[in-house]
């Protein structure tokens, strides 16, 4: 026997939105804390390795809405196209094809990394956050000196991929039912 509660919550979750109304969203550990994690490695003054997991977001992003976590470099670099908005920008349609430039060629020049087909390692690293605390958001990147240019770009291209990955899931990935269900896949792996 269901019970009525939990039976009527459900049905609210999978039930479309009325019209001009977004449902409740959902949130999701794993996403908030990979997101954490990237600023802290910012924090950190680790830029490959903030880097790293930056290039993953799009293929991550897109990975969660195929049914079979697949991702390609065109749905990436769309979703680049769509999401990514450089903060602070003069000319941002120049710095964001830049930027979407280049993690396209860091994303094709990663050798643990999957341009097309299941981005087993991205996933992976996003699942094994799932048990970590929540860490405070917020990188500040007035304490980084504008001295080292690799500081400076991976500042840039992290903050830009982390504010649009968290711009895509509030507007379409916690709304999404097949980003839902693998996310909720990807939780339950061991």
């Not at 979703?79 to 710095?95: F, H, K, L």
């Not at 504010?163 to 792996?189: F, I, K, P, S």
Request: charged share 25%.
């Amino acid at each position: 026997m269901q019970d009525t509660h939990t039976g009527d919550i459900e049905s609210r979750r999978s039930a479309p939105a009325a019209p001009g109304r977004w449902s409740q969203p959902s949130s999701s550990r794993m996403l908030t804390t990979y997101l954490a994690d990237v600023e802290r490695m910012l924090d950190e003054h680790q830029w490959e390795l903030a880097l790293r997991d930056a290039v993953a977001l799009p293929q991550i992003a897109v990975a969660l809405t195929d049914p079979q976590m697949c991702a390609s470099s065109d749905r990436c670099n769309a979703w680049c196209t769509e999401w990514i908005r450089p903060a602070g920008a003069t000319d941002s349609a120049a710095d964001q094809e830049r930027i979407c430039k280049i993690l396209g060629e860091r994303a094709a020049n990663d050798p643990t990394g999957t341009v097309d087909g299941v981005p087993s390692l991205a996933l992976r690293r996003l699942r094994l956050r799932r048990h970590a605390r929540t860490v405070p958001r917020g990188f500040v990147s007035d304490r980084v000196t504008g001295d080292d240019p690799n500081a400076v770009d991976a500042i840039e291209i992290c903050t830009a991929v982390v504010d649009g990955m968290r711009r895509w899931y509030a507007h379409c990935g916690c709304h999404d039912a097949t980003a839902q269900t693998n996310l909720a896949r990807l939780a339950v792996l061991r």
